[in-house]
């Protein structure tokens, strides 16, 4: 598992993993004793993870890769903070970020699984005062084709930075935005935070529990 916040790192160590990976695939099961693909794998995920911090794709980043339940990797790259000149190390503390948005969509698809909501219903559904719930899916929102306005985007967020909100303030916040839509739903593909934020609104009106709780207790 490799979290960081470039997409660029996060393919080029992908990359590597495939590589390595195939490598393994090629190696003769009669000679365990030098278990070249366990390090060829790590070999080739640290080489791409330095070559992407080296190029500027990222200040610093952590990598975490085990198979079997046993380390293959696990090591800080670059920069925790450049004014400082603190190293990122394993013990660094990073904000997880988008990095949350495949757990809610799993919960999301979980509940799905139960019968407790569809991916078809509507966001009308669960926000009727959300503008243009009634034209947007659950779906749409999942695949980032509901065109509903990333919040991040908007200049009032450049301005404030994370300001805490509860889940309906923020939803709330997020409908009254001056621009709410930037296209057509199911008609474009953009990636979308607000989006993402008011599936964890469902998900906590479907489940009765706190995103964080229902993270803790079904997925973790």
Do not use: C
Not at 10 to 35: D, N, R, Y
Not at 161 to 187: A, N
């Amino acid at each position: 598992m490799l979290i960081n916040n470039s997409k660029g790192v996060f393919t080029a160590a992908l990359a590597a993993m495939f590589v390595a990976l195939a490598v393994q695939a090629q190696t003769p099961a009669q000679k365990p004793a030098q278990q070249p693909a366990q390090s060829s794998l790590a070999a080739a995920i640290d080489k791409a993870a330095a070559a992407a911090v080296a190029r500027g794709e990222s200040p610093g980043l952590q990598v975490a890769v085990f198979k079997d339940g046993k380390p293959v990797l696990v090591k800080g790259y670059g920069s925790a903070n450049l004014e400082q000149g603190v190293r990122v190390s394993n013990e660094s503390i990073l904000r997880v970020g988008s990095v949350t948005k495949q757990f809610t969509a799993t919960a999301l698809l979980l509940l799905a699984e139960e019968g407790k909501l569809s991916t078809q219903d509507k966001l009308s559904k669960y926000y009727p005062n959300f503008p243009r719930g009634n034209d947007i899916t659950l779906e749409q929102m999942l695949h980032h084709t509901s065109g509903i306005h990333s919040y991040t985007s908007d200049p009032s967020f450049e301005k404030e930075g994370m300001v805490h909100r509860s889940t309906e303030e923020m939803v709330d916040y997020i409908g009254k935005l001056p621009k709410t839509q930037d296209f057509e739903p199911g008609t474009d593909w953009s990636y979308s935070n607000s989006a993402f934020f008011i599936l964890g609104g469902v998900i906590e009106k479907v489940s009765g529990e706190s995103l964080a709780k229902v993270f803790k207790s079904r997925l973790f």
